[in-house]
T-cell receptor, first 115, second 114 residues
């Protein structure tokens, strides 16, 4: 079975600084996707970034980027120029390739942003 | 685009009664929908996968007779919590599958059983 591990229950970052959230996963599949979701206090799940396993290039979305190390099964999220609005629970998630496959979530990391 | 709604957003019910939560994909058709349960400061726990026109697939440990899921159309899935008890109080989230890898999440429903 696939598993996703987030080893940092809580992280803090100063506004405008950079923070990295860690995630490791385990799978025997070759076709899969990895995601980072943000859940703010409203509890609405928001997709931050995704990575297709077959792509070697790390995904980037504005201030958010990932370090995808396929052999090590590591998928960390880097948030640059942190903003107060980045404060939220962040979940790393995995999905097998193909339509209609379920997401497997990590335990989550609470990110606090200090002003 | 790709909006998923849930209704109600918050419901309070008495112990022993049943409550129905609706999940709708507003601007797309979703063959597959997912139901999650989330306790405060914890991760999302998948309860079941709902496929239009067929029986839901429940995760291990989820009581299918207690959490009834119906996916009657390509835009609507419902979760009915039967004979609710205080321990069923939780935050329930649905998501709808789009093309390939996407899942679009609803805003969630807070259930409180008194």
């Amino acid at each position: 079975a696939q598993t996703v591990t987030q080893s940092q229950p809580e992280m803090s970052v100063q506004e405008a600084e950079t923070v990295t959230l860690s995630c490791t996963y385990d799978t025997s599949e070759s076709d899969y996707y990895l995601f980072w979701y943000k859940q703010p206090p409203s509890r609405q799940m928001i997709l931050v970034i995704r990575q297709e396993a077959y792509k070697q290039q790390n995904a980037t979305e504005n201030r958010f980027s990932v370090n995808f190390q396929k052999a090590a099964k590591s998928f960390s999220l880097k948030i640059s120029d942190s903003q107060l609005g980045d404060a939220a629970m962040y979940f790393c998630a995995y999905s097998k390739g193909g339509y209609g496959n379920k997401l497997v979530f990590g335990a989550g990391t609470i990110l606090r942003v200090k002003s | 685009g790709a909006v998923v709604s849930q209704h109600p957003s918050w419901v309070i019910c008495k112990s022993g009664t049943s409550v129905k939560i609706e999940c709708r994909s507003l601007d797309f058709q979703a063959t597959t929908m997912f139901w999650y349960r989330q306790f405060p400061k914890q991760s999302l726990m998948l309860m079941a996968t709902s496929n239009e026109g067929s029986k839901a697939t429940y995760e291990q440990g989820v009581e299918k007779d207690k959490f009834l899921i119906n996916h009657a159309s390509l835009t609507l899935s419902t979760l009915t919590v039967t004979s609710a008890h205080p321990e069923d109080s939780s935050f329930y989230i649905c998501s709808a599958g789009g093309l390939i890898y996407e899942q679009y999440f609803g805003p969630g429903t807070r259930l409180t059983v008194t």
